[in-house]
């Protein structure tokens, strides 16, 4: 099990877009994660009649190592660790370790 997940609220601390936050939209197998709104880039695209796709200068997320993100609190709208912990019932579910509120429901 992932600490992060697709969907998570996440925010940046490391990099050029420290501070940023995003949800999370993809999750890859390398343990990169694509953030929305965060580590755009411009990629020039040739332009390919077949696909229908115009030519330009297009705005693209790019994957970010998993060590640069932390998952958001939306109590304290900070950084959070995360832990692992198994309930009663035999789920293991993730919690923020500075409130012990589990994140997964």
């Known amino acids: ?10 925010i940046v601390i490391a990099g050029k877009d420290k501070g940023k936050h995003g949800s999370v939209l993809r999750v890859m197998s ?15 695209t040739k332009p390919n009649p077949n696909k229908g796709v115009p030519g330009g200068i297009v705005e693209k997320e790019m994957p970010l190592d998993a060590s640069n993100v932390m998952l958001l609190n939306p109590q304290t709208k900070k950084a959070d660790r995360v832990g692992f912990r198994v309930l009663e019932d035999g789920r ?4 923020f370790k ?5 994140v997964d429901i």
């Open 92 to 95: 293991k579910v993730r919690y």
């Open 1 to 10: 099990m992932n600490k992060i997940k697709k969907g998570d609220d996440v």
């Open 98 to 102: 500075s409130t012990n509120e589990v």
């Open 30 to 44: 390398n343990g990169r994660l694509v953030v929305s709104d965060v580590n755009m880039v411009k990629r020039h």
